[in-house]
């Protein structure tokens, strides 16, 4: 499974470094390009590389995590999606201003997956700040939770799998009508909860 990333920013890096940490490969991407990526990638170290955006995007799971307005730049003209999977780690909301985006009543995830015509969206990991996200997981006896939420139980199948294995606790929060609007930020009830599951 080959994993890329789009956005190198606060969270596309914390994830980076989760993943890095388990020393699992990736491909980390950016609007500047590569060259613009070499201190990043070589602070986290020799599994995590620098690429274009096509070439995460080519990746068997993408994971985004951009400025909420500037999505459909990040997302256009990229392959075809054919099923492969969205890990959407973004909120509707933007610095300097944090002026909620107006939704008219849908679910954030729901418009991310119009970006991404036949991918499988999964939306996770972004309901923590990125600086407990980049964290060790381990934390207080337990493993720190991350919540998931998408309607292709496959992918979501895939996407556990990963939370797993970079050592945190995932919980499914259903499909992303349910899940999506749960944990996004603002207005669900979960985001910013630094929980730990024991056992
Ligand atoms: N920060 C948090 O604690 C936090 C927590 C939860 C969720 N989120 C969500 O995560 C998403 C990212 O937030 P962030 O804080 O990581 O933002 P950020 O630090 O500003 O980083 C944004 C990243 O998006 C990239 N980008 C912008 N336009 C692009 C394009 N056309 N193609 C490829 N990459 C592009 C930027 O690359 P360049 O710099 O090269 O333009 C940058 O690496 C947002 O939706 C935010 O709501 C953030």
Redesign the pocket.
């Known amino acids: 499974m080959t994993i890329g990333i789009?956005?190198?920013?606060?969270?596309?890096?914390?994830f980076a470094r989760t993943l890095a940490r388990a020393g699992i490969q990736a491909t980390i991407?950016?609007?500047?390009?590569p060259d613009?990526l070499k201190e990043l990638v070589r602070d986290l170290g020799p599994s995590i590389k620098a690429g274009t955006?096509e070439e995460a995007a080519r990746s068997d799971v993408v994971f985004?995590?951009?400025?909420?307005t500037?999505?459909p730049?990040?997302l256009?003209g990229l392959p075809d999606w054919n099923g492969r999977i969205v890990i959407d780690?973004?909120?509707?909301?933007?610095?300097p201003l944090f002026k909620p985006v107006d939704l008219k009543g849908r679910v954030s995830s729901e418009i991310v997956a119009e970006l991404v015509p036949g991918a499988r969206v999964v939306k996770a990991?972004?309901?923590?700040?990125?600086?407990i996200?980049a964290a060790d997981p381990r934390a207080d006896g337990g493993r720190r939770v991350l919540f998931y939420s998408g309607d292709d139980n496959t992918a979501k199948a895939e996407v556990a799998a990963l939370i797993e294995r970079i050592g945190f606790a995932g919980i499914d929060l259903g499909p992303l009508a349910v899940g999506g609007k749960l944990a996004q930020?603002p207005g669900g009830a979960l985001?910013n909860q630094n929980l730990v599951k024991i056992g």
Do not use: Q, T
């Not at 789009?6 to 914390?14: C, R």
């Not at 985004?64 to 909420?68: E, I, P, R, T």
């Not at 780690?89 to 610095?95: F, K, L, V």
């Open positions: 789009v956005g190198s920013g606060a969270i596309g890096a914390a991407s950016n609007s500047r390009g613009s955006r985004v995590a951009v400025n909420w500037k999505l730049a990040a256009a780690a973004n909120n509707p909301i933007e610095a990991f972004n309901h923590l700040r990125a600086d996200l930020f985001p």
